[in-house]
């Protein structure tokens, strides 16, 4: 049974351009949440995707935003980026239904911006 | 505003000694609560989680942490620790009142097991 995925691992980029993050969740999961690990720093939400929906919102710029498709896959898009946008990126899934509190975290994808 | 803070930003234990980690978290109702561990090159895995009911809650791995209200706190212990053990631990907060599974995270404290 494979656990949630990311792609790609590691990926360097410059200021400005534009980056996409790709996840599949676990098997029989339909929810998926995104989070930013600063180095040094304990993971921040971004943002939550169930139904092909935007489901909740942490404090991030429209510059993040995100797409799940009907399989449940999602990407996160980062537009115009900055050097603070250097970070781990880690995808987390979840079933809907009766809240168990439990994610599963896929191992991240490591942005750096130069 | 939610938060959870970890004291302790790095911990050094030897190996066989026993392990407390710190977990403090500010919010008017009790939440749920977490601790997670990450593993260099590995995704975050959850040790155990407090939802209700009794205060003292077995994880994974050996791992226990006890829930105190008067305190706010919901500190991580082990026995005895491995050198396997050594990883970076994340507690973690859910209000109660969601059902989103949004988590508010810790800034992590690093465990370095000494041989």
């Known amino acids: 049974d494979a656990g949630v995925t990311q792609s790609p691992t590691h990926l360097i980029k410059t200021r400005g351009q534009q980056v996409t993050l790709r996840c599949s969740p676990k098997?029989?999961?339909?929810?998926v949440s995104w989070y930013q690990q600063a180095l040094g720093q304990g993971p921040q939400f971004i943002f939550q995707?169930?139904?092909?929906?935007?489901?909740q919102r942490g404090n991030f710029p429209d510059r993040f935003s995100g797409h799940q498709f009907p399989n449940y896959s999602s990407e996160l898009n980062v537009n115009a980026l900055l050097l603070g946008d250097s970070a781990l990126y880690l995808c987390?899934?979840?079933?809907?239904?009766?809240?168990?509190?439990?994610?599963?975290f896929g191992e991240g994808s490591r942005l750096t911006v130069l | 505003a939610q938060s959870v803070t970890q004291p302790d930003i790095h911990i050094t234990v030897s190996e066989g000694a026993s392990l407390e980690l710190r977990c403090n978290y500010s919010?008017?109702?009790?939440?749920?609560l977490f601790w997670y561990v990450q593993s260099p090159g590995q995704g975050l895995q959850l040790l155990l989680k407090?939802?209700?009911?009794?205060?003292l809650v077995q994880g994974i791995k050996g791992f226990e942490a006890e829930f105190k209200r008067s305190q706010s706190s919901f500190n991580l212990r082990k026995p005895s620790v491995h050198w396997s053990d050594a990883a970076e631990y994340f507690c973690?907060?859910?209000?109660?009142?969601?059902?989103?599974?949004?988590?508010?995270f810790g800034q992590g404290t690093t465990l370095q097991v000494k041989p």
């Open positions: 919010y008017g109702a009790t939440p749920y």
């Open positions: 995707y169930y139904e092909e929906e935007e489901r």
């Open positions: 973690a907060v859910v209000p109660w009142s969601s059902n989103t599974g949004k988590l508010i």
């Open positions: 407090y939802f209700s009911g009794d205060t």
């Open positions: 098997s029989g999961h339909d929810t």
């Open positions: 987390a899934s979840s079933s809907t239904g009766v809240f168990t509190g439990e994610l599963f």
